[in-house]
C-alpha cells in the first residue's frame, strides 16, 4: 500500500462544476504539498499545508492532520485547470524528501 | 535567476552512454532535490542536497548514478552507461529551506535508445 493515496485517479468534468480531489496519507507528515502538472511536464506547486486551510483563487486546499487528510477542491472549474494534480507529503521522521500520490488527472470539458 | 533551470530539457542518448544533466536553482536556494518520474509511474525521489551537509543519496536506483553540487548552487545528475529503463523526466526543485514550499523546474525529459 503506498503511503499516499489519490482518489479519484481520474476525473472528468463540465466547465463550471465544483471539483474535489482527496488525498489519504497513512504517517506523520511534517507537511503535504498539492503540486500540479500540466502536459509537457511542467509541476506548478500550489498549496504547502501543515494544519487548516489555505485558499488561492478558485482553489482551495484543506488538510485535517487527525484523520490523515487532505482535500483539493477547484470552483467554477475551466478547461485550463485540466491537469493532473498530485499530493506529496513530507514524512515527519526520516529524510528531507517528499512522499508523492500518483496524482489525480483532471479533464474540464467546455 | 527567477526559476529553477533544467537543461536540456530533453535528452536522446544511446543506451550505454553517460549523460549529465543540469539544475540551476534560485539563487539563495539552500535546498535542491531531484526527482524521477518514469512514464505513467509517480514522481520517486533521487536525492537531496542541504547546504554543506553531506547529500542524502537515499534515493538513487543504482550506482550508475551519481550527483553533485558545485559552490551549493548549480547540480549536476550523471547516469553513466545508461539503461532503457532509465528513460524518465528527471525534476529538480528548490527550496529556501527545507521546511519551505518548492519550486520545480521544467525537467529533463530522457530517452535512452
Known amino acids: 500500500k503506498n503511503e499516499v493515496e489519490q482518489s479519484p485517479q481520474n476525473l472528468t468534468a463540465q466547465e463550471g462544476e465544483f471539483i474535489t480531489i482527496n488525498c489519504s496519507y497513512s504517517v506523520g507528515i511534517s507537511a503535504l504539498h498539492w503540486l500540479q502538472q500540466h502536459p509537457g511536464g511542467g509541476i506548478v506547486s500550489l498549496f504547502m499545508?501543515?494544519?487548516g486551510k489555505k485558499k488561492h483563487g478558485r482553489l482551495i486546499a484543506t488538510i485535517n492532520i487527525q484523520e490523515k487528510h487532505s482535500s483539493l477542491h477547484i470552483t467554477a472549474s475551466h478547461p485550463r485547470d485540466s491537469a493532473v494534480y498530485i499530493c506529496?507529503?513530507?514524512?515527519?521522521?526520516?529524510?528531507?524528501?517528499?512522499?508523492f500520490g500518483q496524482g489525480t488527472r483532471l479533464t474540464i470539458n467546455p | 535567476g527567477a526559476g529553477v533551470s533544467q537543461s536540456p530539457s530533453n535528452k536522446v542518448t544511446e543506451k550505454g552512454k553517460d549523460v549529465e544533466l543540469r539544475c540551476d536553482p534560485i539563487s539563495g536556494h539552500t535546498a535542491l532535490y531531484w526527482y524521477r518520474q518514469s512514464l505513467g509511474q509517480g514522481l520517486e525521489f533521487l536525492i537531496y542536497?542541504?547546504?554543506?551537509?553531506?547529500?542524502?543519496k537515499s534515493g538513487l536506483p543504482s550506482d550508475r548514478f551519481s550527483a553533485e553540487r558545485t559552490g551549493g548552487s548549480v547540480s549536476t545528475l550523471t547516469i553513466q552507461r545508461t539503461q532503457q529503463e532509465d528513460s524518465a523526466v528527471y525534476l529538480c526543485?528548490?527550496?529556501?529551506?527545507?521546511?519551505?514550499?518548492?519550486?520545480f523546474g521544467s525537467g529533463t525529459r530522457l530517452t535512452v535508445v
Open positions: 499545508l501543515s494544519s
Open positions: 506529496a507529503v513530507k514524512i515527519l521522521q526520516g529524510a528531507q524528501k517528499l512522499v
Open positions: 526543485a528548490s527550496s529556501s529551506h527545507p521546511a519551505g514550499g518548492y519550486t
Open positions: 542536497f542541504q547546504g554543506n551537509s553531506a547529500p542524502d
